[in-house]
């Protein structure tokens, strides 16, 4: 599968720690987007890296992107309880051809 | 503004029924999509248009067609409902497929009996 796969699956961190969560994926992409989901809500975009950049930054959050290893991380500083939600990654595959392919996603729980 | 809004909420379907899910944007995107997420998993794209008049299939078309009503609307039809079809629906848009951010509606909660 060219699916994007996140890693953990589930983290459980004290509020005001920081959070980190991975992506990895097997192809060439255009650009990879991080998304976050709250429970029983829909996708809420948080941040989109295209592949000829390294890092971005968007408010707490920090997205790297390594396409020599093909992975990506999501860094959440400063947790807070309202981070508690799954995260996705999802990839904009060269060979896809207008569609974006969504990981499993990673569960973080904000304890305060 | 309302973004993206999907009809119904929820829904209770028997084996065999037929029912057609709704999607509206106001924020004059080009390109839709019809998703469907099983407990604990990600997003598979069910079908997508890339522009007003095209729809194609994505990873899971199977059981469904679509119907790209105009710019704003697209709708994902279930001809005859199966069990395995019991999932939430997502509907999103994007400006410009996907070297945009896909912006997505609420969710619409089915169960196939």
């Known amino acids: 599968s060219q699916q994007g796969e996140e890693d953990p699956q589930a983290l459980s961190i004290q509020e005001g720690e920081n959070a980190t969560m991975n992506c990895s994926y097997k192809?060439?992409?255009?650009?990879l987007q991080w998304y976050r989901q709250n429970s029983g809500r829909g996708l809420v975009h948080l941040i989109l890296i295209r592949s000829n950049e390294r890092e971005k930054h968007s408010g707490r959050l920090r997205v790297t992107l390594d396409t020599s290893k093909k992975s990506s991380s999501l860094l959440i500083t400063a947790s807070r309880a309202a981070d508690t939600a799954s995260y996705f990654c999802?990839?904009?595959?060269?060979?896809?051809?207008?569609?974006?392919?969504f990981g499993g996603g990673t569960r973080v729980l904000v304890k305060p | 503004n309302a973004g993206v809004t999907q009809t119904p909420k929820f829904q209770v379907l028997k084996t065999g029924q037929s029912m057609t899910l709704q999607c509206a944007q106001d924020m004059n995107h080009n390109s839709m999509y019809w998703y469907r997420q099983d407990p604990g998993m990600g997003l598979r794209l069910i079908y997508y248009s890339a522009s007003e008049g095209t729809t194609d299939k994505g990873e899971v078309p199977n059981g469904y067609n679509v119907s790209r009503l105009n710019k704003r609307e697209f709708s994902l039809r279930l001809e005859s409902a199966a069990p395995s079809q019991t999932s939430v629906y997502f509907c999103a848009s994007s400006y410009l497929s996907s070297y945009n951010e896909q912006f997505f509606g609420p969710g619409t909660r089915l169960t196939v009996l």
């Open positions: 999802a990839t904009d595959f060269k060979a896809a051809g207008n569609k974006l392919t």
């Open positions: 192809t060439s992409i255009n650009n």
